[in-house]
């Protein structure tokens, strides 16, 4: 049975995943065979594995580092957010149907326990390391009982938990106080210690800080890692994530012609895989904004309008914000328009939807010659193909059925004039037929644009990853770090009061607060889309639980 370690963070966005992935790329170099693994994942950001699994893209990110192939294993939950109450659980791979927040938390997610378990232990028995990821906080107390991904993962395992903390947005040392200081006194013996993230300035005015918090808790940070400019890897979401005005760094280069592209993304309500347009980021010259406004389109030489989990609600959402008579003219006048899965089917002639919004027959916006069905099966699928003369690779994640009914064949959708449309997610890291795409874009918006002959995205990718494990190589104390992988949590950690509170009479995260979670194998587990019901109500803040299938969960 292999080692391990727990990532967790003091907050959400605390660099969990960056950590994690540069862990797996220090330790893959000292030729540990490692996996990595975050039970429960919430995104909107997935990848689909070549087993035709659909994962959180930070973990296939993760696998990446760590150079070995994803799989379902490394990602048993994937939470895919419909609204603000409710999610499509996707379990193993493959969707189970939608529940509310409430419902998930009201028993169903205890049941799903023996999955992650019998997930986390075939890793182990296959890798030298399994590092894993924890979501949010650990301390998040009125979640404990029902917890498998934070500590309810790490006690499961036996494994040490190292605690990540954002000093960019202060007060650090009371969050790894207050994490460690509300946990319960079993989860408190698997704390080894704490990390610092993106850390700017003298690490020597630190240091008496955390001298001071190591006589608090009693235990050691474990290094202090520098604000890293342009990471430029993929990402988990959040509801609340504002994309305006931003896009990952990956290059600071030139344009290899006379101009730029400027390149805008509609920022469309649950937008999902804007990794997309990353590869479009990479390239010297081209410029990449999300926007919202109408008029933010006028000096864009490619408006792209990227996939979501809410097609019905993304059209009315453009709608409303005129951007649909902006893509309309836009397309009257010839100027380049690229819709990526639900924006390739908004850009429609009209969409069936009884799964996913219940909305019925809902007019798109004419520009392509196409009609959406959904269907309950969730297509996923690694297509390989050409486009513009080159070789594409992709990955298709979605419920909507097209039938294409005109237009010239592009990557299983059509282009129409200069307005192209696909299902096809990534097709853009495939660098010849990019820059063939940037070309024909360059021409449609008379821009002096030539994309550069060798610009490699999965070189950068690379570079990015080893910028992750210099990081971790460079500024944490690897030797400890290998320490707790191997031999697991330190003995005889102390007690940080006052400890997690009584709820019910019991210690919540304590022995008696323990409950029976079923044990649901992983070659047991139904996933058909099926369900019991008919999917979720128009009100995605409605408190039922909603079209579930019972077998799977």
């Known amino acids: ?240 994530v504002s994309m305006r005005g931003t896009v990952r760094e990956s290059v600071v280069a030139p344009p290899h012609g006379e101009e730029v592209l400027r390149v805008a993304v509609c920022a469309v309500p649950l937008m999902s895989n804007f990794t997309d347009v990353d590869a479009l980021a990479a390239e010297p010259g081209v410029v990449v904004r999300f926007v919202d406004r109408a008029e933010e389109l006028a000096d864009a030489d490619l408006v792209v309008v990227p996939g979501t989990r809410g097609t019905v609600r993304a059209l009315a959402w453009l709608r409303e914000r005129g951007l649909a008579d902006a893509l309309r003219r836009r397309a009257a006048e010839g100027r380049p328009v690229l819709g990526v899965c639900g924006g390739f089917q908004v850009l429609g002639e009209w969409v069936e939807d009884e799964v996913e919004s219940r909305a019925g027959l809902v007019e798109g916006l004419g520009l392509l010659p196409v009609r959406v069905r959904f269907g309950r099966e969730k ?83 690379e570079e990015q990853l080893d910028r992750l494990g210099d990081l971790v190589e460079e500024h944490a104390d690897t030797d400890a770090l290998w320490r707790l992988i191997e031999a697991g949590p330190p003995k005889e950690l102390p007690f940080v009061p006052p400890g997690a509170p009584a709820v019910g009479g019991s210690v919540a995260g304590g022995p008696a607060a323990d409950v029976p979670l079923a044990d649901v194998p992983v070659a047991d587990v139904a996933v058909s889309a099926g369900g019991s019901g008919t999917g979720p109500p128009r009100d995605p803040g409605a408190g039922s639980d909603v079209s579930v299938n019972e077998e799977a969960l």
């Open 379 to 461: 297509v996923l699928a690694r297509p390989v193909g050409s486009a513009l003369g080159e070789a594409v690779e992709g990955y298709e994640i979605h419920h909507g059925v097209a039938e294409v009914r005109g237009g010239e064949p592009f990557l299983d959708g059509c282009r129409v004039g200069s307005v192209w449309g696909t299902h096809w997610h990534g097709s853009l890291e495939s660098d010849a037929f990019r820059r063939a795409f940037l070309g024909e874009v360059a021409r449609a918006a008379g821009r002096r644009f030539r994309a550069a002959p060798d610009t490699s995205f999965a070189a950068l990718r």
């Open 1 to 240: 049975m292999s080692g391990g370690l727990l990532v967790a963070g003091t907050t959400s966005d605390a660099g969990k995943s960056v950590v994690t992935a540069g862990i797996c790329r220090w330790l893959v170099r000292q030729g540990v065979k490692t996996a990595p693994f975050k039970a429960q994942n919430m995104s909107l950001n997935s990848f689909v594995t070549r087993e035709g699994a659909e994962i959180g893209r930070a973990q296939a990110m993760q696998a990446q580092a760590a150079r070995v192939e994803p799989t379902a294993l490394m990602n048993p939950v994937l939470l895919k957010p419909g609204g603000d109450r409710s999610s499509q659980v996707v379990l193993m791979g493959k969707p189970v149907g939608e529940m509310s927040a409430r419902g998930y938390h009201g028993g169903r997610q205890e049941a799903l326990f023996g999955t992650v378990v019998d997930c986390l232990e075939r890793l182990r028995s296959q890798y030298d390391a399994v590092i894993c990821e924890g979501a949010g906080s650990p301390a998040e107390i009125n979640l404990r009982r029902t917890d498998i991904v934070n500590m309810g993962v790490a006690r499961a395992a036996g494994f040490p938990v190292l605690v990540v903390g954002d000093i960019d947005r202060g007060g650090v040392f009371a969050s790894f106080f207050g994490t460690t200081a509300l946990l319960g006194a079993e989860d408190q013996s698997l704390v080894a210690g704490y990390l610092v993230n993106k850390f700017r300035g003298d690490v020597s005015l630190l240091e008496p800080g955390l001298d001071m918090l190591y006589g608090l808790t009693g235990r050691r940070t474990f290094g202090v890692l520098p604000y890293a400019h342009g990471l430029g890897i993929d990402e988990e979401d959040g509801l609340r």
